[in-house]
């Protein structure tokens, strides 16, 4: 058995969790785990708490040796830790109701990732994803970071940027689409090799390789007619079948947005005007689930967790730290540093695309070239990422406005100037940087 492991998980109290530790226990054969501390904020103690003692049921009920430990202590929790999972949401839910209902005041696509409701989310997250690097670098220097905290490949190229740290950034729609796949070939997803590319949440799969065989035109066709690789916080509008057998490629299901941006805000602004976006909806699954998490009797991952979406996080999550651990040779869909794998794009910024993940980390598979329409989006998005994380780290009010205007969701600069003056009143507490003149 390999050494033996300490895993902190910042955002302890987050209700994935149960998800995670169900996947950890899943890989008891393969992970020999001494410690699993759970790290939250004062704010999140009773969230904290509850998840605490369902993870302890959970272990005890699983008959497993591991110590569950609690802190609100970042550093002390950080100390010593071979991987760091983060998985926390700076401002909880209620922040993300105001990052989706402030661009659909002005007419814009409000989501949680991408366009202008990601870019807030972003600008509240980019200085805290920073701080807990700069406690790994203090206290566990050796330590792999895994984000799953969104957008995370914005966060990720953060992290590459400005910090020493080892990082390797996580999503669960590549694997959703991989299931997908699955599906409709009825196997395993052992069976077939799947290849993606591109960003996060703007990933393309590339190829499809089963019995030696690319069969990504055969899958493509079955694929614009299922629903099978659609999360539940996207709405399930047809895609125009033309555009995407042209493209030959798997779009993901964010690349809705920018294909089919009026039919998807036009069912926003429908539930918006109703008092309702899809952050409403979480927080009431949030509430039931903690409920439910309270119940002294529960000592496992309940099936009400599925609601909440990120199906399959905690298998990509415990997957990625086992290859890296047992030295696995898998091929995985992660977000790392370009270094050339996306030779149109700036080698120091974040990609997402299939890599070889083995004890030294993740290693990108070569990719063929893109065509013009796929690569002008990707630049462009790439564009507004990396201008985001300079307005997030400076307080760059400039940047912060060109960045937004450079994405192609928000409609116009006035718009841009708009949306993100309400942004900056409404995050005050946590863009103190864009108040630094005051």
Request: aromatic share 8%; proline share 3%.
């Amino acid at each position: 058995m390999n050494k033996e492991l300490k895993i902190s998980i910042i955002g302890g109290g987050s209700s994935y969790t149960p998800e995670i530790i169900d996947g950890f226990i899943k890989k008891k054969d393969e992970l020999n785990i001494k410690e699993i501390c759970l790290i939250d904020i004062e704010e999140g103690q009773e969230k904290l708490n509850i998840i605490y003692n369902l993870t302890k049921r959970m272990i005890d009920k699983n008959n497993l040796n591991w110590n569950i430990s609690k802190t609100i202590d970042r550093i002390k929790g950080l100390e010593n830790s071979d991987f760091v999972v983060t998985q926390f949401r700076v401002g909880q839910i209620d922040a993300r109701i105001k990052d989706e209902s402030i661009p659909l005041k002005y007419g814009c696509i409000g989501q949680e990732t991408t366009g202008a409701g990601g870019f807030a989310k972003a600008l509240r997250t980019v200085p805290v994803i920073l701080d807990i690097c700069k406690d790994i670098e203090k206290v566990a220097k050796n330590a792999w970071l895994i984000n799953f905290t969104n957008p995370s490949g914005i966060l990720t190229e953060a992290v590459l940027k400005y910090t020493n740290v080892k990082v390797i950034g996580l999503c669960n729609v590549p694997v959703n689409m991989q299931m997908g796949i699955a599906k409709i070939l009825n196997c395993d997803t052992n069976d077939f090799i799947f290849q993606a590319t591109g960003l996060n949440h703007l990933l393309y799969g590339k190829h499809i390789i089963k019995d030696n065989k690319d069969i990504i035109t055969e899958v493509l066709q079955k694929y614009i007619q299922s629903d099978e690789f659609n999360p539940k916080n996207i709405d399930s509008i047809p895609w125009i079948d033309e555009q995407i057998l042209d493209l030959n490629m798997l779009p993901c299901p964010y690349h809705k947005y920018f294909y089919l941006t009026s039919d998807m805000l036009n069912a926003e602004l429908k539930e918006f005007k109703e008092g309702r976006t899809r952050g409403t909806v979480v927080k009431q699954v949030e509430k039931e689930l903690f409920e439910k998490y309270k119940n002294p009797d529960l000592n496992e991952k309940p099936k009400e967790l599925e609601k909440r979406g990120g199906a399959y996080y905690s298998d990509t999550a415990c997957e990625l730290i086992s290859s890296i651990v047992n030295d696995k040779n898998k091929l995985m869909i992660v977000d790392v540093q370009n270094n050339g794998t996306l030779n149109f794009l700036p080698n120091n910024v974040s990609i997402e695309t299939t890599c070889l993940i083995n004890k030294n980390g993740a290693f990108p598979l070569s990719v063929d070239d893109f065509d013009n329409s796929s690569k002008s989006l990707i630049s462009t998005i790439k564009a507004y990422e990396s201008l985001t994380i300079e307005a997030a780290i400076n307080g760059d009010y400039t940047k912060a406005l060109q960045a937004l205007t450079t994405h192609p969701l928000v409609t116009s600069g006035k718009i841009a100037k708009n949306i993100l003056d309400d942004i900056i009143l409404e995050n005050k507490k946590y863009l103190s940087n864009f108040y630094k003149g005051e």
